[in-house]
């Protein structure tokens, strides 16, 4: 595939930083965003095509500057990878309004403000891909992190619709939705009861299958949604469809997960 640039978000750890890696392994221009400027530099100042932004998601105007920053050195994003998300647990009815400006500020707003911004100069140029990272959260409302299955219920939306609104400018807009992987959020769910349903599958993912499937066949094909693994999807838009049958088997899921805590597939 010909060289493209890729502006990645969250790209100092987990999810962000493999594909970061794997964008400047195979050859890709990268720009790497994130607001830990510390771990980013660390992370990929010595790393040639690799290019570091500072960079907070959940303000309009960091966005905007970045962009025209980088579209005053001639760098004209062809790939925008929108990773940076936070999740926080809890159950409705305790939830911390402080939490709920997080996720969503982080999670949705920053999404929406990044494929704003760079949209634009896409819309010109009548071509681009942006890339959401959404979940299998997107499918499954589940209890105990209501919060985060809200945003990237919020996200499958925008991102489906934004499709629609790209696609006669040559953009197309792609929602890629991972089940649980093996990073740093994973581990914050570890030994937390509201957290179970993340374990209650056969196992964790890691960030290169993540950015393996971003890079590869989402990349190549542009569709509309893409999640992994396959199981979990069939079984997400069957949950969609019958929300009653879902909460049905949530105890069942929460007891399984439970157990999946300290289980080797999700170490």
Known sequence: MQAQTMLITGAANGIGAAVTALAASRGHRVVAADRDTAALDARWSATPDVRCETLDVTHAGEWSALVAKLEGDGVLPDVLVN??????????????PRDVDLIIDVNVKGMIFGANAVAAGMRQRRRGHIINLGSIASLYPTPGTPLYATSKFAIRG??????????????????????PVKTAMLELQRNDPDAALTFSGKRALTPEEVAAAILGPVLDKRPVEYFLPFRDEVLGKISNVFPRFFLSQVEAA????????THKNYR
């Open 83 to 96: 990773i940076a998300g936070v999740l926080r647990s809890g159950q409705t009815g305790v939830l911390d």
């Open 158 to 179: 925008f991102s489906i619709a934004a499709a629609g609104d790209l696609r006669p400018y040559g953009i197309a807009v792609t929602l890629v939705g991972p089940g």
């Open 254 to 261: 929460r007891k399984r997960g439970k157990k999946n805590f």
